[in-house]
């Protein structure tokens, strides 16, 4: 069994920056790849980043290209997600994942955390 335990989230004006954080505990040896998800009131599970545990290769939405950088510090099993030019559109909550794939699907990820709210208003 994994835990994941996010924190970071909070309000922020458009424009401004937040930094997620994502702690895992557990069987952390069987995490090959860690993501975030948003989901925003009314919408489904939208993908934003992910990164590979054993290489560092990153993918992200073309939603967040160039404005949110996914990272990891293998030795502290975190995970984090630098978002800046946040928009009121990056509203949502913010969901930590891990899993056996580098993939932006969902339900491949066995580990889910709680989430943690995004709130981009001025």
Do not use: H
């Amino acid at each position: 069994q994994v835990l994941l335990e996010e924190s970071g989230g909070g309000l922020v004006q458009p424009g401004g920056s937040l930094r997620l954080s994502c702690a895992a505990s557990g069987r952390t040896f069987s995490i090959r790849a860690m993501g975030w998800f948003r989901q925003a009131p009314g919408k489904e599970r939208e993908f934003v980043a992910v990164i590979s545990r054993s290489n560092s290769n990153t993918y992200s939405a073309d939603s967040v290209k160039g404005r949110f950088t996914i990272s990891a510090d293998n030795a502290k099993n975190t995970v984090y997600l630098q978002m800046n030019s946040l928009k009121p559109e990056d509203t949502a909550v913010y969901y930590c994942a891990a899993g056996g794939g580098f993939t932006t699907i969902p339900r491949v990820y066995d580990y889910w955390g709680q989430g943690t709210q995004v709130t981009v208003s001025s």
